[in-house]
């Protein structure tokens, strides 16, 4: 859930080639189906095809911004920031942190304010990309501002210890990661006290 797309292994990969085959097809047959295009650009990440993905996704997003300048349907804002979420995430997978930041400050800006909707989906969407900002930050060198987005996925996580694990877990990494012995001390430590 928190991390970039899972690696499939071959076997898996095979099964998903007939629906992106057909899918494939449709949204070429049927260009204008954002839903669809979306869809087909989350199969191109699981076949590991992240720039193929970025790019029906960057289609479905501009259908879905038309499409709510048209009606200013909350579902098709929704669709919209989602879309938006997993551009992102295909960003920071091919290494264009910069673009990813820019998505993901999108994402935030479409979500609504911490603590006034309830809504479960959009609590997840929120950790995920806190902490997804806080990647691409680190992975520009900026681990200032990547560490005070960890702590922000973390404290939107509240009081859901499923998702505040995953957050402890991918935090502590990417402490490790940095290297010192002071970040590898706190990593253990949070772990620890998780």
């Known amino acids: 859930m928190l ?14 080639l007939p629906a992106f085959f057909v899918l494939n097809r449709y ?4 260009p204008q189906d954002p839903c669809a295009i979306h ?13 193929e993905g970025a790019r029906w996704i960057s289609r479905a997003i501009v259908l879905l911004e038309a ?3 048209e009606s200013e349907d909350p579902l098709v804002e929704r669709q919209f920031t989602i879309a938006h979420a ?14 990813a930041l820019e998505s993901f400050e999108t994402v935030l800006g ?6 006034t909707d309830n ?15 806080g990647l691409a930050q680190f992975k520009l060198g900026d681990l200032q501002s990547a560490m005070t987005a ?19 877990v991918l935090l502590a990494q990417c402490m490790w990661a940095i290297g010192t012995e002071e970040f590898k001390e706190s990593a253990k430590a949070l772990l620890l006290d998780r």
């Open 3 to 16: 991390s970039t797309t899972t690696r499939l292994q071959g076997g898996a990969k095979e099964e998903l």
């Open 110 to 115: 479409l979500l609504p304010e911490e603590g």
């Open 86 to 99: 997993n551009l992102a995430r295909l960003k920071l997978g091919l290494g264009d942190h910069t673009t």
């Open 39 to 51: 869809l087909l650009g989350l199969l191109c990440e699981r076949l590991d095809q992240l720039e």
């Open 67 to 69: 499409a709510y300048e």
């Open 150 to 168: 960890f702590q922000s996925a973390l404290n939107s996580s509240g009081e859901d210890h499923l998702l505040r694990a995953h957050v402890t």
């Open 119 to 133: 809504d479960a989906e959009v609590k997840i969407l929120r950790v995920q990309v806190l902490f997804e900002t």
């Open 27 to 30: 949204a070429k047959r049927c």
